[in-house]
């Protein structure tokens, strides 16, 4: 298990974990918060990348579609990385909630899931999920 998961998820039998808290880098957040103002009105999408316990990049997934009303990727497409732990993606509508296509899709991809809201800019636009689209707090860190 990587140090990430033992960081961020409860002790206890691997069916019961939480994910307690999500730690971000401020640049992320700033890049991410820009890329979806860039794609604006279509859907940005993108993945999350964790060294230790903090999110540290954003991956574009090769094929990845920015459309209006959606934002895919395709996983086969995607390398073997065991430091990519999840999803980001816009709602241009302002919803910070997760869809049932969002659950049923994307949140089956790793376990944390970030939902960008217009008009992306500032941290509060940042709403993030586990993987079955409960919150989770986060933080952002230098």
Same mark, same amino acid.
């Given at each position: 298990?990587? *140090?990430?998961? *033992? ?7 691997? *069916? ?8 971000? /880098? /401020?640049?992320? =957040? !700033?890049? =991410? ?15 999350? *990348?964790? !060294? /230790? ?15 209006? %009303? ?23 509508? %302002? ?35 586990? /993987? ?11």
């Amino acid at each position: 298990m990587s *140090r990430f998961l *033992r960081k961020i998820l409860g002790i206890g039998e691997p *069916r019961e974990y939480q994910i307690v808290k999500v730690r971000i /880098k /401020k640049e992320v =957040v !700033e890049g =991410v918060l820009e890329a979806c103002r860039n794609v604006h009105p279509r859907e940005f999408i993108g993945l999350l *990348r964790a !060294e /230790k316990d903090v999110i540290t990049e954003i991956i574009l997934a090769p094929a990845s579609v920015y459309g209006n %009303g959606l934002a895919q990727f395709h996983p086969h497409m995607l390398p073997f990385d065991f430091s990519i732990v999840g999803s980001i993606h816009s709602h241009p509508s %302002g919803s910070g909630r997760p869809s049932m296509q969002d659950i049923n899709s994307m949140f089956n991809f790793g376990f944390i899931h970030i939902i960008v809201t217009f008009p992306y800019r500032t941290y509060q636009d940042l709403h993030t999920y586990d /993987k079955k689209g409960k919150p989770i707090q986060s933080e952002i860190v230098e």
